[in-house]
């Protein structure tokens, strides 16, 4: 018991560094109790003077047989203690004397040292309350050094063998724990924390290990702490610079945009491509939007040119522009800026006639992008006109110039009808060549020729930067060009409604359309003196109308009011009611002449006549379409026939196939089963269809009658033979008693076949 109260004065003195009374105590006391473990956790004498520096005590303790390498329950040793408190000395005596650099903290140590319960009740509770409390199991010395910046140990700890890359139960080793208590401000221990890095990269230590609680690597630590030097270090160590944290996705790119640590920064894009400056992170924001964002002038401006996108957005839509006129003071001038220095004198010493200059539009077209974005995201950015006024930056209007240079002729509409006018000038070309005397009597051929030659010119017009014509308001396009193109347009659908009368479904409406039109016109010719004579009587009527100064104007306008546009309140004005004029009484009897002769009778009876008989139109119609649809069978298959498609040079199956196509199988048959028609032939269609069952059936009834007719001649000419047999023999035996029996009934054998032949 005595031995116990002096173990406990002896832990308590060195606890509280009271030397002299701790000699004392070894002095009075020479038994080995005083080095044995003491307290619940089985701390000794060795562990408190290992922790508390006293190189002297620990030499005296080793002297009197005391365990140097003894652990405590749950394994800290000597070695952990000092190497936690930074004691150099005591760290490099205890390795001169084989103290283990990979001894490992752990709870499983009380469990295999219990500790009764009489000894735990008289234990000094005071003993030991300032030991570091351990945060992780399975941390050795070098955690613990490199954790509390303590430098001088660490390289001690790693050049006597320590393992630089041994992990703890979370998987984190020194090197992450380096700079984690840290303060940024301190030049001292920041020296110290680069040192620590130098030591545990120059020991090949894992440079890449994530931090399994936060994400983030070494390289984030110490871009975080902004430290160029453990930067450079970490990346000479192939620590990678755009390895993402897993909760933000930031970077340490990211890190150091976002503190505006211009030299870390500058260490980083050292090691990062220019494709790869926009990474991301979580919400979408580049290392350039954060240095916006701060306000960070110099670091956005040395993003920018290290290929930082000015029109990159956020998931929510933000660019770079838009923080850039938010958040950066005098945003246009430091755009203008950053312009500025991308034009240059290749030749510096040189500026005279012969100078060069160098023109980077890179800021303005960032690769793999849309070249325009960047102005595009500029002009969404600005709020008025002055901002605007950046747009006539020279480097800018330079490159709206070149790129306008090279995308005029790229419109997609011009080259889309350059491409389909030529397809068609060629196709017309062809079935000219091939078949000349059938195309050139085509209207079709003509229509298509036209249309096309027209949609050519107009590519060829508008190509040709003579005929655009610039005005105030801005480009006007030329007469010519519209005027062809509206011809083009009206002959193209022309051309596609007669067409589409060769399809069977819709042919007969087309060409009932060309029939109707075809006798509207013949009115329209009969009674054409009758509508150019009030044509030109409303122009001198109401010469003062806008729409009658002219024959030509006067002429539409007419026939336009045939169709009951009268426009009366403009032709006749509620302000003249005062004006008792004969010119007005005339006008009005001839304005209402027109609408009785014009547009009553004239148009009634054009409608009358042009559609007196619809279902005379119908036939004609549908018998127009397949006039027409055999016109174009036969020469589909004239042209399918051509030698062209039975040439050598073809390959067999390919002329197999067109063989195939010409040909129509002479005989086929269709199937009726419980009088439900089945399509057995493609092409049939289910009307037709109905119309040949019922023809076979008109010929198979036709059949049975004429069968049924046939049968009842039959059976009254061999009555009439019979009666004719009976009576030549009885003139026979009148006539002739001595012809033998049988040369009467061989007579009458014959006379019957040959009466028989006659009938058939």
Known sequence: ME????????????????????????????????????GLLGITVVHLAAWKGHLDLLKRFLERGANIKSLDKIGRSALFYAAHAGHLEITQWLLKNKSSTETRIGIDSCRRHGLKIQETSKVDCRVGQDLPVPECCGRTPLHQAAKNNHSDVVKTLVEAGANVNAQDERGITALLLAGCNVNSNDVIEMSKFVEIIDVLVSAKASTNVIHSGTGLTALHLATALGSPRAVRRLLEGDAWPLFQCADTKSTPLHIAADAGNLETLLVLLKKIRRDHVDIRDKIGQT?????????????????????????????????????????????????????????????????????????????????????????????????NVEQLGILQHPLIESFLHLKWAKLRNCHVPQIVLSICSTMLLLYNTAQVMMLPRHYIRQFETWLSFISAALSFMVCMIVDNIRFVVITSNGIRTPELVLHSISIAILLGWIQMMLLIGRFPTWGYYALMFSTVLSNILKVLLAFVCMIFGFALSFTVLFHNNEQFHDCW??????????????????????????????????????????????????????IGLAVNDIQGLQKEGHIRRLLKQAEFVAHLEKLTSHQIFKSNWLHPWFRTIVNSRRVVTTKMLLHCRDNNLYESFRGISIELMESLFLLASRNNQQNERNRFK?????????????????????????????????????????????????DV
């Not at 308590?12 to 473990?37: G, R, V």
């Not at 009439?720 to 035996?733: S, V």
């Open 553 to 606: 104007k006067a002429i539409v306008k007419t026939v336009v009011m045939m169709m009951g546009e009268y426009d009366y309140e403009n032709l006749f004005p509620s302000d003249t009611k005062g004006d008792k004029s004969f010119l007005t009484v005339t006008s009005r009897v001839i304005f209402l002449g027109f609408i009785i002769l014009a547009s009553m009778v004239l148009m009634n009876l054009m």
């Open 3 to 38: 031995d116990n109260k002096n173990r406990v004065k002896l832990m308590l003195a060195i606890e509280n560094d009271e030397i002299d009374e701790a000699l004392k105590i070894l002095d009075e006391d020479d038994s080995n109790e005083l080095l044995q473990p003491l």
């Open 710 to 758: 046939s049968s009842r001649i039959d059976t009254n000419a061999m009555s009439l033979l019979i009666n004719l047999q009976e009576q030549i023999q009885q003139l026979q035996k009148l006539y002739y008693p001595s012809i033998p029996d049988r040369r009467s009934k061989l007579f009458g054998k014959r006379l019957i076949r040959r009466r028989l032949s006659w």
């Open 287 to 383: 290392a350039l939007h954060l240095a916006c964002y701060q306000g960070h002038r110099e670091c956005a401006r040395v993003l920018i040119d290290h290929g930082g996108y000015l029109s990159a957005e956020t998931k929510s839509g933000v660019t770079v522009i838009d923080v850039v006129f938010a958040h950066i003071p005098g945003p246009i001038s430091f755009l203008t800026d950053i312009m500025d220095t991308r034009v240059r004198f290749i030749n510096h010493q040189n500026i005279g006639e012969d100078a060069r200059i160098s023109i980077d539009f890179s800021i303005l077209a960032p690769h793999s992008e849309l070249q325009t974005n960047v102005i595009i995201a500029l002009i969404a950015a600005a709020s």
